[in-house]
């Protein structure tokens, strides 16, 4: 999947709390968090400031010098039950190639 829908004030959900955190910067698999502000790493990563956690002191000073965040990798975006359901509709009522059609589509969003 493409990262298209990573835009300011979107709701994602994290699928990847995997590391090493302080306790006031740890991310939740399954919570909901909103994107504060979205930008490019030095690896060309891109990486989300978050309005419900942010990064602990330590790891700034850690990283000192460096914009630090949390990868949008380790987040999808929050899509509603009725979405979810007309997505899946949409799908099933298409041929096998225009399936695939939309399915490129949305990885390069």
Request: proline share 2%.
């Amino acid at each position: 999947m493409g990262f298209g829908w990573a835009k300011v004030g979107v709701q994602c959900v994290c699928r990847d709390s995997s590391g090493s955190w302080d306790d006031d910067e740890r991310l939740v698999n399954g919570e909901i968090y909103t994107i504060e502000s979205v930008w490019i790493d030095d690896d060309n990563e891109i990486c989300f400031d978050l309005i419900e956690v942010s990064r602990s002191t330590e790891s700034v000073m850690y990283w000192i010098n460096t914009r630090i965040g949390y990868s949008a990798k380790r987040f999808r975006p929050l899509v509603s039950l009725e979405d979810d359901i007309s997505m899946f509709t949409a799908l099933t009522n298409m041929s096998p190639i225009e399936r695939l059609d939309v399915m490129k589509e949305m990885m390069d969003q």
